[in-house]
C-alpha cells in the first residue's frame, strides 16, 4: 500500500506538471519496519494454539483456509484475516 501511496503521488505530481519531493529516509524506515512488523504478527497468528484460527494444511498450502464445518474459523477468516491481508497486498 505504502508503495501504491508513493506512486500515486508522483503520478499526479507530474500529470499537475509540478515536482515532486521524494519521502525521508526516516519516513521510508518508518513504513517499511511497521509493515513488516505487521506481516510478522499475521504470519505468527498461525502458530498460536486457538481453535478459531484458521490453519494451514497439507491441502491448502501455504494458505490457511478456515474448515468449512467450523464456524469460528469462518468468522475469524472472514471479518479479520482476510480483509487485513487485502491490505498488505
Not at 503520478?11 to 521524494?22: I, M, S, T
Request: with cysteine; hydrophobic share 45%.
Amino acid at each position: 500500500f505504502a508503495v501504491f501511496y508513493q506512486l500515486h503521488k508522483m503520478l499526479v505530481a507530474a500529470r499537475k506538471a509540478r515536482r515532486h519531493y521524494p519521502p525521508s529516509l526516516r519516513r521510508i524506515t518508518i513504513e517499511s519496519i511497521s509493515i513488516h512488523s505487521f506481516s510478522a504478527i499475521m504470519a505468527s497468528l498461525t502458530l498460536i494454539p486457538l481453535d478459531w484460527i484458521p490453519r494451514a494444511t497439507a491441502s491448502t498450502g501455504c494458505e490457511s483456509f478456515p474448515d468449512v464445518e467450523h464456524k469460528g474459523q469462518l468468522i475469524f477468516y472472514w471479518s479479520f484475516f482476510l480483509p487485513i491481508t487485502s491490505l498488505i497486498l
